[in-house]
T-cell receptor
């Protein structure tokens, strides 16, 4: 069975600091997808990135970057020069199935607080 | 393009009652999934509907049931409410049963069971 671990329950940083959110996953499949979602206080989950298991290239999108390492089963998320608007709960998720559904598993989330 | 909407926003029920939550999918989407998010936890998959048929179910008892309508809107019904059913219920819609398509989440319904 698949599992997603986010060991950091809560992180607090001061604005403009860089912060890395850790994600470790477990799966027996060789084909899978990894995701990051942001959940602001409003409650709606906002998609940030999807990465398949065959693409280990790191990705950068503005202040966001992701480091995927199959050797350590990790998919870490870094926010550079954090801003107050980045304050939210961030979820890492894993999907083994060929479609969204029962094999779509979320981690417990990391609450990020960015202080002015 | 209309996003995913859910109603009501908040709901308070008492133990033993029944509740119906509603979800309107994003325009053009034919697949909807429902998730339960307890306080301080990640969302957990309840079930998914594709073209009005249930297509996969998580580890939830039969008192959690659902429907998807021809216009692809959906309902989540919970019978015999228990205190542990208190949670944020999220629905997510996607275009088809393929992973390459994105699923979009609604804002959720917060259910409190007293």
């Amino acid at each position: 069975a698949q599992k997603v671990t986010q060991a950091q329950t809560e992180i607090s940083v001061v604005e403009k600091e860089d912060v890395t959110l850790d994600c470790v996953y477990e799966t027996r499949d060789t084909t899978y997808y990894l995701f990051w979602y942001k959940q602001p206080p409003s409650g709606e989950l906002v998609f940030l990135i999807r990465r398949n298991s065959f693409d280990e290239q790191n990705e950068i999108s503005g202040r966001y970057s992701w480091n995927f390492q199959k050797s350590t089963s990790s998919f870490n998320f870094t926010i550079t020069a954090s801003q107050v608007v980045d304050s939210a709960v961030y979820f890492c998720a894993l999907s083994e199935a060929p479609y969204y559904g029962q094999n779509f598993v979320f981690g417990p989330g990391t609450r990020l607080s960015v202080l002015p | 393009e209309t996003g995913v909407t859910q109603s009501p926003t908040h709901l308070i029920k008492t133990r033993g009652q029944q509740v119906t939550l509603r979800c309107s999918s994003q325009s053009g989407h034919n697949t909807v999934s429902w998730y339960q998010q307890a306080l301080g936890q990640g969302p957990q998959f309840i079930f998914q509907y594709y073209r009005e048929e249930e297509n996969g179910r998580g580890n939830f008892p039969p008192r959690f049931s659902g429907l998807q309508f021809p216009n692809y809107s959906s309902e989540l019904n919970v019978n015999a409410l228990e205190l542990d059913d208190s949670a944020l219920y999220l629905c997510a819609s996607s275009l088809a049963l393929i992973r390459d398509d994105e699923q979009f989440f609604g804002p959720g319904t917060r259910l409190t069971v007293l």
